[in-house]
């Protein structure tokens, strides 16, 4: 008579599974930049802090400053200033309206490493930690990409407070956002210096990854950050104020990395296995 001994090969296969150390594939991010062109007209027109009256008077002789204007952009190479430098340095007369005002544009956020910041007093300049799994990008994507650069925005209102800061920002990807409303996407860009608070959505994304390469494209709306701005109405967040792109490089791994098991470990599968197979051959020729 013979007697099948499945039950027992099945459970050295499980004692084999355990033993076995899988790797899954990942892969991080390293260089590139981010690169924002705002839209100053829409920019404008999407806020209300007006304090200052359109037409000059004998008591305030300002004319026509806009709503909100970059007056200042500090890329990566500023990463050793504080806060209050940032704030106060360069900063033109109140009463210049022409040449305190610089252009929106090629504004350029290089992306940080992996290695851990040191940021100096008021700074919150993030590492970056974004990781996933290639060919699953938006199923896996986890952390963010830090972005160094800081934006110096002039608002109409009175000083001291008309001078505000957005920058040491990351680029995270946020499942929940998708498609919230016509165009929106998953992807958004955070600012941290001062307070955190977001700062820009992005509309009508492409995203691609050619080789190595990863690549982002697309349009800029209003985060909610800007609502202490005056934004208007929060559906002026799908306003796009701008176009964005974005390149980075995928460096792909392999993680976990395998542990060693010890010695006595395979002895004792290995034994496992011969108990089992002698055990086997002895059933069978019953």
């Given at each position: 008579?013979k007697?099948?001994n ?5 459970w ?22 981010l690169?924002?062109?705002l ?10 802090v ?23 952009f500090?890329?990566?190479s500023?990463?050793?200033k ?5 704030r106060d ?7 210049d309206?022409?040449?305190d005002?610089?252009?929106a544009?090629?504004?350029q956020?290089?992306?940080?490493g ?5 940021n ?12 996933f799994?290639?060919?699953n990008l ?7 990409i ?20 957005l920058?040491?920002?990351?680029l ?8 919230a ?5 998953g992807w ?6 001062g307070?955190?608070?977001?700062g ?5 994304v ?13 349009n800029l709306?209003?985060g ?7 934004a ?8 796009r ?10 460096v792909?791994?392999e993680t976990?990395?395998a ?11 290995s ?15 019953v």
């Amino acid at each position: 008579m013979k007697i099948n001994n499945h039950r027992s090969s099945t459970w050295l296969l499980a004692v084999f599974g355990v033993l076995s150390i899988s790797q899954a594939q990942a892969a991080t991010v390293s260089g590139g930049a981010l690169v924002l062109n705002l839209n100053r007209d829409v920019l404008i027109a999407s806020l209300d802090v007006n304090d200052y009256p359109d037409t000059p008077t004998a008591d305030f002789p300002i004319c026509c400053r806009p709503s909100i204007y970059l007056e200042e952009f500090y890329d990566a190479s500023a990463a050793s200033k504080t806060f209050v430098e940032l704030r106060d340095g360069n900063t033109p007369d109140l009463y210049d309206t022409v040449a305190d005002e610089i252009p929106a544009t090629g504004l350029q956020f290089s992306v940080n490493g992996l290695s851990p910041i040191v940021n100096p007093g008021g700074r919150q300049n993030r590492n970056t930690t974004f990781a996933f799994e290639p060919g699953n990008l938006f199923g896996t994507a986890s952390g963010s990409i830090g972005l160094g650069g800081v934006m110096r925005f002039r608002v109409d209102v009175d000083p001291p407070t008309n001078r505000v800061l957005l920058g040491d920002m990351t680029l995270e990807y946020d499942p929940a956002l998708e498609a919230a409303t016509p165009g929106r996407s998953g992807w958004v860009i955070t600012n941290h210096i001062g307070f955190d608070a977001g700062g820009f959505e992005l509309f009508d994304v492409t995203t691609a990854i050619v080789g190595n390469t990863l690549s982002l494209n697309g349009n800029l709306g209003l985060g909610w950050g800007f609502d202490h701005l005056g934004a208007r109405d929060a559906r002026l967040r799908d306003t796009r104020i701008g176009t964005f792109s974005f390149q980075t490089t995928v460096v792909s791994g392999e993680t976990p990395a395998a542990v060693p098991l010890p010695t006595a470990v395979w002895l004792f599968a290995s034994g496992l296995a011969g108990l089992v197979l002698n055990g086997r051959s002895k059933r069978e020729i019953v």
